[in-house]
């Protein structure tokens, strides 16, 4: 049947969409991982972001792995960090790529020049893998400046990093593969947010693993009337004053996941409701909350007084290690940093960032040009520095927990894992555990969440023990959620 003349001219008015593998670029390699042969081939480069009108609105780079030969129903995992505005370098280059940054052995710098070595701890082995970068990080760019406002928001950025990875489904035909997102930070919002947008849009998800996530700002907002991060900063602080030996003898001699559990509990049964009690706080109580603060914390009580029972993080810092002047570091606790004045209320840097960020930046941008053969005069955008508006986040508290629980009452095969360092303070344990139990999820599902505890920071795999525990818990997990059962009562049988 001819074409009708109209349908003929809306054709040819109609700009062809770009081929979205135009600057891939694909490699065959080979490593010996854990002892084990392994051949992959990688991919790098950028997939475009269109609106429903089919425009170009943003291009989001990405690495991918692909184990040769793997199948259809080998897992692929889409993997994130957070910011918002960073770049996956961090759990590429430390945790779930075949090459990892060499760092000492509990993650400190070591002296430069810095070099990759050999992962045997890489998820490869696992599942297929892809990093992505948001519009902002890495090479990921808006097509237009003003168009940067379509991403850099809550929703704007879940929607993006969700049609990303319906792309990649479709154009490297992975739509029957066993699919897991795996966020930090940060990420924690965008994972669980994408947990709900991935289901409404017909994709199906294994697993959800979560490290060292952010969740629901209500418990990191230090202000007037929010005593909650005061309360579930706590047990951080008490594993942070454990570890530099500032603790009394008894509880040093615990090991800090039981000082933690036993903080954790206190929280909830006196200090939570204490604090709650304001200025109507019987002089007797305070005085008992005051020493057991010092206790947990090895703060002054006159310290503690004059905080009005209350400690902020960025005051701990500086405050725990005044007389040795020594700050401690915010991604990581066991970090110490050397400051200007020890007058001062805060830290005047991050002591683990500052240790942490030079080695992963100069092995990132040789790795690749080099050995993924990806080529650009862009500039690798790290964290932060590629966003040129500022992000939206919404009216209210900064919260997607409620996205999560969504997600797993309507996927009840759905697994979720959650990764947490003790001497977290950018995303506390305690902070994320009330998130979690606050979620208000069907019982039924309780046994579908797995919760995960290392004795290293934020990234506790800079940490060669944690990296080695997270490694071996994350490949039971994946064998879990490979093949998942619905808790009894969830799914008709």
């Known amino acids: 049947m001819p074409v009708p003349l109209l349908a003929l001219l809306a054709l040819a008015q109609t700009p062809a969409a770009p081929a979205v593998d135009s600057n891939w670029v694909r490699r065959e390699h080979s490593a010996t991982l854990a002892g084990k042969a392994l051949s992959y081939t990688t991919t790098a480069g950028s997939m475009p972001i269109r609106n429903n009108q089919g425009e170009t609105e943003g291009r989001i780079f990405f690495t991918a792995y692909r184990v040769k030969e793997s199948g259809a129903k080998r897992p692929v995992t889409f993997v994130f960090n957070g910011g918002p505005g960073s770049a996956s370098l961090w759990l590429h280059l430390g945790f779930v790529g075949p090459k990892r940054v060499k760092m000492e052995p509990d993650g400190m710098m070591p002296p430069p020049p810095y070099e990759l070595v050999a992962n045997d701890e890489s998820l490869l082995p696992e599942t297929d893998l892809v990093m992505i970068d948001p519009v902002g990080t890495g090479y990921s760019r808006p097509e237009k400046p003003e168009y940067g406002k379509k991403f850099w928001g809550v929703q704007e950025d879940i929607r993006s990093v969700g049609e990303f990875i319906r792309m990649y489904l479709t154009e490297e035909q992975r739509w029957l593969s066993p699919v897991f997102v795996l966020g ?64 009394p003898a008894d509880l040093e001699k615990k090991p800090v996941g039981e000082v933690v559990k036993e903080v954790q509990a206190w929280v909830y049964d006196e200090y939570l409701p204490a604090l709650t009690r304001g200025d109507t706080l019987s002089p007797d109580k305070r005085k008992a909350i005051r020493q057991k603060l010092q206790r947990y914390t090895g703060l002054s009580e006159t310290y503690l007084e004059n905080t009005n029972l209350r400690i902020r993080d960025n005051s701990f810092y500086k405050e725990l290690r005044r007389a040795d002047h020594y700050s401690v570091g915010r991604l990581d606790a ?137 490694h071996d818990d994350l490949a039971g997990f994946y064998r879990e959620a490979i093949a998942p059962k619905a808790p009894a009562g969830t799914i008709r049988e």
């Open 184 to 247: 930090e930070s940060y990420g924690g919002i965008r994972g669980a947010g994408l947990a709900e947008w991935l289901n409404g849009n017909g994709i199906g998800l294994n697993g959800l693993i979560l490290v060292s996530p952010y969740l629901n700002g209500n418990t990191a907002d230090f202000s007037k009337a929010n005593d909650q991060p005061y309360a579930f900063y706590l047990p951080t602080y008490s594993a942070a004053a454990w570890y530099h030996h500032k603790l």
């Open 334 to 470: 066991r970090f110490v940093g050397l400051d200007r004045l020890w007058s001062d209320a805060g830290p005047d840097f991050d002591a683990a960032n500052s240790a942490i960020t030079p080695p992963f930046v100069s092995c990132m941008n040789d790795y690749v040009r080099g050995e993924l053969g990806f080529k650009s005069d862009l500039k690798y955008y790290v964290l932060g520095e590629g966003l040129t508006d500022s992000w939206n986040f919404g009216s209210g508290a900064l919260d997607t927990s409620e996205s999560l629980r969504n997600a797993l009452h309507q996927n009840p095969y759905t697994k979720l894992f959650v990764a947490m360092g003790y001497y977290d303070f950018a995303c506390p344990l305690g902070t994320v555990e009330q998130s979690i139990n606050q979620m208000e999820l069907d019982p039924r599902l309780k046994s579908n969440i797995h919760r995960g505890y290392y004795p290293a920071g934020h990234m506790m795999y800079l940490d060669t023990p944690s990296r080695r525990k997270l």
